[in-house]
């Protein structure tokens, strides 16, 4: 029977499928769910920098700065340390819950004053961290460089702070995306997610009202990070993980051929339960027995664009020499 093992950053999983964070790695209870269906690590629900100010401000509602200083710049801390700890004792409580490995995830707009927790991470036993960034690129007083250096400073901040392996979950708005990947590689960035999936808005013309485009991700999504993930995987000294429309084996299988190390899932759970695990573990393990493939390693980046015989399909973006056979 074909072995699912496989590493990712440097940390051993029992499979490359992970359960991406969402409310569904919220509690000790769900990730003793996902574990125990198969999941390889699991990513916790998001810290989110910009709650912890929400939250701080709002203790500190109808304060006289002046009159009460002191007791504004005590709430203040004590609101963000509140927040901070109950996400660290999460983290220690899974765990302690399960064998698999626990990343910890910061959704992060600036490089303040979190940063400074980071190390707690890792004291409280944290196999790694997963940094969800996006600033939008929409100050046109700022260029391309200008907003890339923000995520440089960023990579070179926490990986002074900690000493666990980093995770970036990027987006492909970037100029030049596989310069960028590259220099995060060179930061010393272990792990590249691609891509993350942001809220996207729509507008309701009945209503005339702004509103949210489906939340979930659809199968269709997964070309993308396909594309992306097979054209640098063989490239860039760093791991890769797949993250946006996959929704089963197939996908796996597919992201895995490109050369992803991992696979993270959200949408797919959410609609089929932590079950999808079990159910994608079995038939890729199938697929494999089939194939004649022992170990992942063995299939692992077959089809990337470095090995590929047909490398160039992985570059071509336009329809008509690959539809009809025009140059």
Not at 145 to 173: F, G, R
Not at 217 to 224: G, N, V, Y
Not at 303 to 321: D, F, I
Request: hydrophobic share 45%.
């Amino acid at each position: 029977m074909a072995n699912l093992k496989t590493t990712y950053m440097g940390i051993e999983l029992k499979t490359p499928i992970i359960a991406a964070s969402s409310g569904l790695t919220a509690s000790v209870t769900k990730v003793k769910e996902l574990a125990q269906a198969g999941a390889g690590a699991v990513v916790l629900k998001s810290l989110f920098e910009e709650q912890i100010l929400f939250d701080s401000n709002k203790m500190t509602e109808g304060f006289n700065a002046e009159v009460h200083a002191d007791a504004l710049d005590f709430f203040n801390g004590m609101s963000s340390n509140y927040f901070l700890d109950e996400y660290l004792g999460l983290v220690e409580e899974c765990k302690k819950a399960v064998d698999i490995p626990i990343i910890a995830s910061v959704n992060c707009v600036s490089s303040g004053a979190w940063l400074k927790y980071a190390k707690r991470f890792e004291n409280v036993g944290a196999d790694a961290l997963e940094l969800n960034v996006f600033d939008i690129p929409v100050n046109k007083k700022l260029s391309s460089e200008d907003y890339e250096k923000y995520y440089y400073d960023l990579a070179k901040a926490v990986k002074a702070e900690t000493s666990i392996p980093v995770a970036l979950k990027l987006s492909p708005h970037f100029t030049s995306l596989a310069r960028v990947l590259e220099n995060f590689a060179d930061i010393g960035i272990e792990a590249l997610v691609l891509f993350n999936r942001f809220y996207r808005p729509d507008i309701d013309i009945n209503k005339m009202v702004m509103t949210h485009a489906p939340i979930f991700s659809a199968s269709e999504e997964i070309a993308l990070s396909l594309q992306w993930i097979a054209l640098l995987s063989g490239e860039i000294n760093v791991d890769f993980a797949a993250s946006t429309g996959v929704h089963n084996a197939e996908g796996v299988i597919k992201q895995l051929l490109a050369g992803a190390k991992a696979v993270e899932i959200c949408s797919a759970v959410y609609k089929n339960g932590a079950g999808i695990f079990t159910d994608i573990n079995k038939a890729v393990s199938a697929w494999m027995d089939k194939n004649g493939f022992d170990f992942i390693d063995e299939f692992n980046g077959r089809l990337c664009q470095e090995a590929s015989v047909n490398p160039g399909a992985y570059e071509r973006t336009q329809y008509m020499k690959a539809a009809v056979g025009i140059s």
